[in-house]
């Protein structure tokens, strides 16, 4: 039996960047005191949100993935506490810059990096201003505690990601994410819809999944202000929530999974044994039926 206990955190997020950071180690310092072992943070922690706003000034804040120091300081907490910590962070490279996740292993390895492959680009989500398309596929690492697969934020949307994710060997998904009000309509909520979205990738997959957001209100540069709704979760092989968080707290969240067990479940319950890839061409495809530039 493997027993893993994961994490979810939230928390809210300022200008105050070394804040922001001394802020999410103590989230990270918490859980690991209450016997968490694969932690997870929100997506883009370091700073607000810059995406609510479309300025030049905002591209000045990524750093390279080689010796970056947010990387460096997650991974000597990651050694001290015999934790795996995948962090969100925004990366240059060269002339692109891109939404990026260094995979952490407890002993503070990194063990490599992923772009987040679904950009979005939305009034308060102007994404494709900031970030190009990752250029990386999806990614699994094989950590000190099994096989980690993470998307990130708009990924968490796309049933692709989790399946591609799965069948690549992931025992755990993990979605860092912010998200919250949509600033041109006030009455649009998707708490509700964004969770079981995942759920559903979860029950699919019969493998748990860990979802952290951020909370608090955020104010632009142009009148506007965006509220994340936190609702962070974990849900089990089932899809069933087993932790959730409010929609202002600063909390961590726990739970324990019996890996070998999940696996076990995971084989006997037929889903991957009667896959039939050889009908699923249309997902090569962005109408259903020409074949995209890629896959010819």
């Known amino acids: 039996m493997r027993s893993l206990t994961v994490a979810a955190t939230q928390m809210a997020c300022d200008w105050d960047r070394a804040g922001n950071i001394a802020r999410a180690e103590r989230l990270v310092r918490e859980a690991a005191g209450r016997g968490a072992r694969l932690i997870l943070l929100q997506e883009l922690f370091e700073t607000p949100y810059f995406c609510q706003d479309q300025l030049y000034e905002h591209l000045a804040l990524a750093q390279p993935f080689a010796g970056n120091p947010l990387i460096a300081h997650f991974a000597a907490l990651a050694r001290e506490l015999g934790v795996v910590l995948p962090l969100s962070f925004f990366e ?3 002339e692109a810059a891109f939404n990026s996740l260094a995979m952490i292993d407890a002993d503070g390895t990194v063990l490599g990096l992923y772009r987040k492959s679904h950009i979005p680009d939305g009034p308060g989500y102007t994404e494709k201003f ?9 990614r699994v ?7 980690i697969g993470v998307g990130i934020c708009w990924d968490q949307w796309f049933p692709e ?4 994710m799965a069948l690549m060997g992931a025992e755990v998904l993990l979605y860092p994410t912010a998200i919250g009000s949509e600033p041109h309509d006030p009455t649009l909520d998707s708490s509700s819809h964004w969770q079981r ?17 951020r909370i608090g209100t955020e104010a632009g540069r142009n009148g506007t202000s965006m509220t994340f709704y936190g609702s962070s979760f974990i849900a089990d092989p089932t899809g069933a929530k087993v932790a959730e968080a409010g929609r202002s707290e600063e909390t961590v969240l726990t739970a324990t999974f019996d890996l070998d067990g999940i696996a076990q479940q995971r084989r006997s319950w037929g889903v991957f044994r009667d896959r039939r890839p050889e009908l699923y061409g249309a997902l090569l495809t962005l109408d259903g039926r020409h074949p995209s530039a890629s896959a010819r």
């Open 197 to 213: 979205v995942m759920q559903g990738h979860a029950g699919a997959n019969l493998v748990p999944l860990i979802a952290s957001n």
């Open 92 to 94: 240059r490279a060269g």
């Open 161 to 164: 990601c989790a399946r591609t």
């Open 141 to 147: 690492w094989q950590t000190q505690l099994g096989r």
């Open 130 to 138: 900031y970030f190009s398309p990752g250029d990386t596929g999806f």
